[in-house]
Each structure stands twice: as C-alpha cells, then as structure tokens.
C-alpha cells in the first residue's frame, strides 16, 4: 500500500522561503507524475505542480517563478521549493499522483506566510 507522507511547512514571514518533502513508500513511485496540491479554506484542492516520471514540469500561474518541483526517485521523494512567499500561499500542502488516487492523500504540511 502506498503511503505519502508530506513535511516541511511551518511560519514563515511574506518573502521567505520553505522547502516542502514527500516521502513515499512503495516501489510506484518511479513511474508516476506527482504533484503538489493546495486547498485554501472552504475551496477544492487545486494543482499547484508536477513533475512527470522523465522530469518535465507544469506550475500553476500563480507559483510560476516562484516554486520549483523537483524528484528524486532513488528517495522516492518530491520536493516543492517556495520561494518569495506571499500571504495568499497560505495553505495545507499535499502531494498526490496527477491525477490524484483518491486513497493517497495524506495529512498535508500546513504552510502559513505572515504579511
């Protein structure tokens, strides 16, 4: 069974920088896109990045320049770099398959940028 596990937010102030992980378990991981989703208060989750099982990547327009999604698939591990962070990235942070499998989701890492 596949399980990711999402770390790596925290309190940072408007500008700051965080690193978010996901570990995964499970031998999958290699082949699969995966990416970062958010989920502001009361809204869906949306697709923040992704980054395919060959390297390329996608980013919403609004972490474009911003965030860098990366992998490494000897960890089973993708990482989301933030950058100049701003209030409205205030969010809980969850990585998934793109798209997501319903029975990945994990508890999240919550990210909360002060202004």
């Known amino acids: 069974q596949v399980q990711l596990v999402e770390s790596g937010g925290g309190l940072v102030q408007a500008g700051g920088s965080l690193r978010l992980s996901c570990a995964a378990s499970?031998?999958?991981?290699?082949?699969?896109?995966m990416g970062w989703y958010r989920q502001p208060p009361g809204k869906q989750r949306g697709l923040v990045a992704f980054i395919t099982s060959g390297g390329s990547t996608y980013y919403d327009d609004s972490v474009k320049g911003r965030f860098t999604i990366a992998r490494d698939n000897a960890k089973n591990t993708v990482f989301l770099q933030m950058n100049n962070l701003k209030p409205e990235d205030t969010d809980v942070y969850y990585c998934?398959?793109?798209?997501?499998?319903?029975?990945?989701w994990g508890q999240g890492t919550q990210v909360t940028v002060s202004s």
């Open positions: 998934n398959t793109v798209p997501p499998t319903s029975n990945y």
């Open positions: 499970g031998s999958i991981f290699s082949i699969k896109t």
